[in-house]
């Protein structure tokens, strides 16, 4: 799961079948892959839109 979420952070237009299998063949149902698939991207989405507005972290 980790290799396949950095991957689709990292070079998200490198994911092929086979992460999508590789997932599988570890016991992760299509449901589990979409979970994975879209707390990834709503991650990645929330901190693009916060950098692009100059958002600070609370410290």
Excluded: H, P
Excluded at 10 to 24: A, P, T, V
């Amino acid at each position: 799961m980790l290799v396949y979420t950095e991957k689709l952070t990292l070079k998200s237009n490198s994911i092929k079948n086979s992460d999508i299998e590789n997932l599988r063949a570890v016991g992760f149902t299509d449901r589990n892959i979409l979970d994975i698939n879209q707390v990834v991207a709503y991650f990645a989405y929330v901190n693009r839109v916060a950098s692009g507005l100059g958002v600070e972290l609370e410290k």
